[in-house]
């Protein structure tokens, strides 16, 4: 059985960095995972969100690109059928 840590560590591409860092948060949260949802609809590619940023793109993107989401809003480049620079 996983632990809530462990649970997190392999969802965190969904979650907006205040539910990932434990902050407090509000229905917004769930705008930015819709987001991401349908950035993946749109890209329409099987990716998983934030992989173009993996220094290896066969594996999960690692700690760096997670401390860029969480404090330098890296966020992912937007499919072209979207129209804009990011989600």
């Given at each position: ?11 965190w ?10 902050q ?5 949260c ?11 609809l749109?890209?329409?590619?099987g ?7 993996s220094?290896?793109?066969?594996r ?19 499919p ?8």
């Amino acid at each position: 059985v996983a632990t809530f840590s462990e649970e997190a560590l392999l969802t965190w591409q969904w979650m907006a960095p205040e539910v990932y860092l434990g902050q407090l948060y509000d229905e917004r949260c769930d705008l930015y995972s819709f987001g991401i949802i349908i950035w993946e609809l749109l890209k329409g590619t099987g990716e998983i969100p934030f992989q173009e940023f993996s220094s290896h793109p066969e594996r999960a993107p690692g700690l760096d690109v997670i401390h860029k989401v969480m404090f330098e809003s890296l966020r992912p480049t937007a499919p072209p059928a979207a129209g804009a620079s990011s989600v």
